[in-house]
DNA sequence: GGCATGTGCAACCATTCGGTTGTACGTTAT
DNA sequence: ATAACGTACAACCGAATGGTTGCACATGCC
């Protein structure tokens, strides 16, 4: 499975710049919530104010960094979202969490040492 | 305590976009690696190429966006990494693949239905 | 066929970004 | 006091962003 295979500096400046505009955020929960369904290209963009080209700018920048698929039907264009590489970025940030966490219990046993033993991690 | 305190798309927006360039991850992930301590803007800087001052803002987006502290230390800023706003970032795409998953126990019960249901919306 | 719809793409524009160099200023060291 | 260090900030530059309008083209409907 392609499930972990991890992303590269490119792949990840892609996938957090595609993250970093409310529109496109709000574009991928939408495509995730609950009661919606995969949506043409035109009837995501009839939700915003923003032109149709603006907007299929956005999902154009979305799909370029994997969060969403696009697939053909007919003259329009469904669009799917990809919960796959949202793991992948909450991946990393919980890598990075991981690295503070080792850090601290490290630094827990220095300041342990001199008083309450308490708990050894 | 400020741990729950929803951040605003404005907040979200500076948050995603921080972590949008290599550098500032790398920066980012050092100061939370294992055997680091926190660091001095030049002290950090002398890791890259690029000039001090390039990485001066680099530091400046990454304070702005909170995932780093700055603290005056006689001539120095020393700066800290900042593990709640990863955390917070974390939460968020926690909560869209969470949007996913409700979607998808919808969706299985659609599945497993004997036939298609002929209702076309 | 002819027309409306859905999409993609190019050109353009203002703003922001990531980088540079240079300058100013407070702090530390000699 | 003077020099060196650490930081901040401004001005500038090329490239990328986020938006616009307009046009081309394929598909679906009469």
New interface residues.
Partial sequence: MVAHAHLS??D??????A????TR?DI??RL?????EPASVSTIAARYEMSFAAVQKHVAVLEEAGLVTKQPKGRERIVR?N?ER??Q??AL??R??G??R??FS?LDAVLAEPRTPKEKS
Same sequence: chains 1, 2.
């Fill in positions: 500096d490119a990840l400046d892609r996938l957090f710049r993250l970093a505009d409310t955020r991928v929960a995730l919530a609950k009661g919606a979202g919960p949202l793991a970025a909450r940030l919980a990075l969490e690295l503070w080792a850090r490290q």
